[in-house]
């Protein structure tokens, strides 16, 4: 059974940085394609960042573009979301999670979603 969990959120002032990480668990057959997704309090799901399951292409949507990276560590079966320039609209739970088809870039369902992790931006 595959899982997902993530660790680094926490509570930031606006300017700041934080480092998520999620680390998947399990038994797969085929690498997914992963992805960060946030849900800010009163709002739907948002797709945040994502990467192929290469790990070679990411994508990022425009309310983060040039403020977050996503990465991955293959051999630590990890993945990271370098959260800097932080803003309060940055608010959220976060969720890493991942796709079996490479369908990551721009969904916000998958296939599974870890328990997420909470950022807290003040201004």
């Known amino acids: 059974q595959v899982q997902l969990a993530e660790s680094g959120g926490g509570s930031v002032q606006s300017g700041g940085s934080l480092r998520l990480s999620c680390v998947l668990s399990?038994?797969?057959?085929?690498?997914?394609?992963m992805s960060w997704v946030r849900q800010a309090p009163g709002k739907g799901l948002e797709w945040v960042a994502s990467?192929?399951?290469?790990?070679?292409?990411?994508s990022y949507s425009d309310s983060v573009k040039g403020r977050f990276t996503i990465s991955q560590d293959n051999t630590k079966n990890t993945l990271y979301l370098q959260m800097n320039s932080l803003k309060s609209d940055d608010t959220a739970m976060y969720y890493c999670?991942?796709?079996?088809?490479?369908?990551?870039?721009?969904?916000?369902?998958?296939?599974?979603r870890g328990q997420g992790t909470q950022v807290t931006v003040s201004s």
């Open positions: 399990g038994r797969w057959f085929s690498r997914p394609c």
């Open positions: 990467i192929d399951s290469a790990g070679a292409i990411p």
């Open positions: 999670a991942l796709r079996w088809d490479d369908g990551c870039h721009g969904a916000t369902f998958h296939s599974l």
